[in-house]
Structure formats: structure tokens, C-alpha cells
T-cell receptor
Framework: NAGVTQTPKFQVLKTGQSMTLQCAQD?????MYWYRQDPGMGLRLIYY???????DKGEVPNGYNVSRLNKREFSLRLESAAPSQTSVYFC????????????FGPGTRLTVL | GESVGLHLPTLSVQEGDNSIINCAYSNSASDYFIWYKQESGKGPQFIID?????DKRQGQRVTVLLNKTVKHLSLQIAATQPGDSAVYFC???????????FGRGTSLIVHP
């Protein structure tokens, strides 16, 4: 049981390049999330998926797209990276609502030059 | 909307002391709360949770207190150890929502 896994762990992009951050969970959770974390700020929600086949915008969705490929996987895509997207990205998953315990991945540290 | 904040950005304690980290929330409909610990370079880790029908919940060396009247919760860490050094976040869920609101975090520094 690996929990929530993310790839890659580190990435450096040039402005305008594209990339996809991968996330997978093996806990059979319905809900999955993408957050970004910037110095001095809390976690900010980019997109979330309440269940397979559905996605919704969070607090800071501009410049990102997501795909809920199946119940296990939830990817985040940057179509044209900008320096403002330099951040640490965390994927999370949530099980039954009665528990509401979000499990976080180890994070992807992205730098856009 | 919901806002969740932490009173102190940094808390420094001596090893063996008890630590108290505070959190205020604004939405009276918040009914579930979680404390997370985030060590440098790692993802947030669940510590303890509490529902609004409780005032206190204890775990191993940690206690969470909830005061619904003033919309405040705290995390108490007993006999703080150097390994407790991390950033601590509170998160609030409202009305059965599966989207939490996170505070910015308090950095706990434990001096040996």
C-alpha cells in the first residue's frame, strides 16, 4: 500500500514549456485534489475531482488543466508554463466523508525559468 | 467564505516543554477539523482530528481542543521533542464538504 504517489519529484521548465504532473493513489478513494504551496502561504486548491469522470476548479485554476484518468489517477497539466507557476505541488486523496482524512503525496517541486 | 488562520507564525520551545499551537476559524458551520504536520521537504501528514460534537480529543502526546463558542481550536503537544519540529496546519471542513480550508501554518522549532 503506497498511499499517494507523485511523479516527478523535481522538475525545471523554461517559460512556455508544457508538462504533466502525475498522481496515483491505491486506497480506492473517490476524491482527489491538486494543491500548490508557495512560501509563506498555505495550501491552495487548484482542481479537485469528487469522483471518477468529474473535475472542478478550485481557488487557483488558471493556467492548469486536469484529467481524472480513472479512479486511481489524477494528472495536472501545465500547457504553457509561467514563472508564477514555480511552486511545490501536492496531490491528495480523500476516502469516506465520515473520516475526511486527506492523504497527501510527497510533492513535486517545480521551477519555471 | 471560510477563513482559517493561525495566531503565531513561529513558536520556539525547549525540548521537554509542552507546545500549544492555535487556530481560529470563521465559518460557524465548520464541523470537522484536522491538524497536519509538515516536515521540511515532505507532504502534510495527518496528526489528529476532531468533530464539532466534541470539545477535546487525545492522541499519542497530542491533544486537540475545540471551542466552538469562539471558533478556536488548539493543538497541544506534550513533552515536545526535536522530531516535532515542523510546520503545523489546521484545516476545517464545513457542512459535510469534502473540500477543506487550510491555515497558513505555524512553524514549531524545538531547541535541544
Amino acid at each position: 500500500n503506497a498511499g499517494v504517489t507523485q511523479t516527478p519529484k523535481f522538475q525545471v521548465l523554461k517559460t512556455g514549456q508544457s508538462m504533466t504532473l502525475q498522481c496515483a493513489q491505491d486506497m480506492n478513494h473517490n476524491s482527489m485534489y491538486w494543491y500548490r504551496q508557495d512560501p509563506g502561504m498555505g495550501l491552495r486548491l487548484i482542481y479537485y475531482s469528487a469522483s471518477e469522470g468529474t473535475t472542478d476548479k478550485g481557488e487557483v485554476p488558471n493556467g492548469y488543466n486536469v484529467s481524472r484518468l480513472n479512479k486511481r489517477e489524477f494528472s495536472l497539466r501545465l500547457e504553457s508554463a509561467a514563472p508564477s507557476q514555480t511552486s511545490v505541488y501536492f496531490c491528495a486523496s480523500l476516502g469516506q466523508l465520515i473520516y475526511n482524512e486527506q492523504f497527501f503525496g510527497p510533492g513535486t517541486r517545480l521551477t519555471v525559468l | 467564505g471560510e477563513s482559517v488562520g493561525l495566531h503565531l507564525p513561529t513558536l520556539s520551545v525547549q525540548e521537554g516543554d509542552n507546545s500549544i499551537i492555535n487556530c481560529a476559524y470563521s465559518n460557524s458551520a465548520s464541523d470537522y477539523f484536522i491538524w497536519y504536520k509538515q516536515e521540511s521537504g515532505k507532504g502534510p501528514q495527518f496528526i489528529i482530528d476532531i468533530r464539532s460534537n466534541m470539545d477535546k480529543r487525545q492522541g499519542q502526546r497530542v491533544t486537540v481542543l475545540l471551542n466552538k463558542t469562539v471558533k478556536h481550536l488548539s493543538l497541544q503537544i506534550a513533552a515536545t521533542q526535536p522530531g516535532d519540529s515542523a510546520v503545523y496546519f489546521c484545516a476545517a471542513f464545513s457542512g459535510g464538504s469534502y473540500i477543506p480550508t487550510f491555515g497558513r501554518g505555524t512553524s514549531l522549532i524545538v531547541h535541544p
